[in-house]
């Protein structure tokens, strides 16, 4: 098992700033890839940035140039550097690890609203 606990969403105004986090704890894996999903209302979860244990990322379109993913291995924790935020950017961000020798698993879900 594998628990995954996020942080750090809330509310911004247009073109502000918030970094999100998730620590992962329980059996973690040496080789696997973490990331995080947003889902908005009414819209279909959607992969947002990921990285690999080895560090390689892989972000939306809709993200490149404004958000940065990265991770500390040693304390098993992704963050999620969310620059110039947008109306758009308004959704319920879930982190996700996955290794191919295990299941796959989510957290809780962080809100974060971007006000214009």
């Known amino acids: 098992q594998v628990q995954l606990v996020e942080s750090g969403g809330g509310l911004v105004q247009a073109g502000g700033s918030l970094r999100l986090s998730c620590a992962a704890s329980?059996?973690?894996?040496?080789?696997?890839?973490m990331g995080w999903y947003r889902q908005a209302p009414g819209k279909q979860r959607e992969l947002v940035a990921k990285i690999t244990s080895g560090g390689n990322t892989n972000y939306a379109n809709s993200v490149k140039g404004r958000f940065t993913i990265s991770r500390d291995n040693a304390k098993n924790t992704v963050y999620l550097q969310m620059n110039s935020l947008e109306p758009e950017d308004t959704a319920v961000y879930y982190c996700?690890?996955?290794?191919?020798?295990?299941?796959?698993?989510w957290g809780q879900g962080t809100q974060v609203t971007v006000s214009s």
């Open positions: 996700n690890y996955y290794s191919a020798y295990s299941r796959e698993y």
């Open positions: 329980g059996n973690i894996l040496s080789i696997n890839v």
